[in-house]
Structure formats: structure tokens, C-alpha cells
């Protein structure tokens, strides 16, 4: 089982920036993928960007790219999401998320990300 706490969320305006954090616990060791995804009002969750665990390579939604950045720590036990140059369209609950070696899926309980125009 692998918690995750997710923090950082809150309202910015656009263009602005915001930093988000997960940190996961239990069995850090399952962990393949750390990443965050995020669902609009009327939408469906969506992937943002996830990083692995053992080689610490990035992937992005394309609506992020060169905006957004994650990141981890040694340790693997916290994800980053510095997200730059924020838009309304980026107003959503993130998720965080892990995806262990058996592909299981966990999630965090979400952070609210509001960007007003």
C-alpha cells in the first residue's frame, strides 16, 4: 500500500505560478511511476505528467509542456509539479499518483488549483 498527501494547491492568477507537492509513504519500494493528473469541472481526469521512479525520465501532456515541470527527490518519497505561466484552462483538482510495479494505481485525495483570468 502506498499513501500519497498532495499539498500546495490554492488560487493564483494567470501567468502566475504554483508549486505542488506529494509526498508518498508505506511501500515506497513498489513505486514504478510518481504523477500528477488533474480533473476539470465537467471533464475527465486527465494525465499532467508523470516521472519514474527508477529512471527518473518525464513525460508530459502536451497543454503543459514547457510550462510545467516535475520533479522528485532522492529518495523518492516526494513528487514536485512547479507549474509556470498558469492559465485558466489549468483550473482543476491535481491528483497525485502512483503506479507500482503490478500496476496498481494510487491516489492522493487531490489539491484544488484555481487560476483566475
Known amino acids: 500500500q502506498v499513501q500519497l498527501v498532495e499539498s500546495g494547491g490554492g488560487l493564483v492568477q494567470a501567468g502566475g505560478s504554483l508549486s505542488l507537492s506529494c509526498a508518498a509513504s508505506?511501500?515506497?519500494?513498489?513505486?514504478?511511476?510518481m504523477g500528477w493528473y488533474r480533473q476539470a469541472p465537467g471533464k475527465q481526469r486527465e494525465l499532467v505528467a508523470t516521472i519514474s521512479s527508477t529512471t527518473g525520465s518525464t513525460n508530459y501532456a502536451d497543454s503543459v509542456k514547457g510550462r510545467f515541470t516535475i520533479s522528485r527527490d532522492g529518495d523518492k518519497n516526494t513528487v514536485y509539479l512547479q507549474m509556470n505561466s498558469l492559465k485558466s484552462d489549468d483550473t482543476a483538482v491535481y491528483y497525485c499518483?502512483?503506479?507500482?510495479?503490478?500496476?496498481?494505481?494510487?491516489w492522493g485525495k487531490g489539491t484544488l488549483v484555481t487560476v483566475s483570468s
Open positions: 499518483n502512483s503506479r507500482s510495479f503490478l500496476n496498481i494505481d494510487y
Open positions: 508505506g511501500s515506497i519500494a513498489i513505486i514504478k511511476y
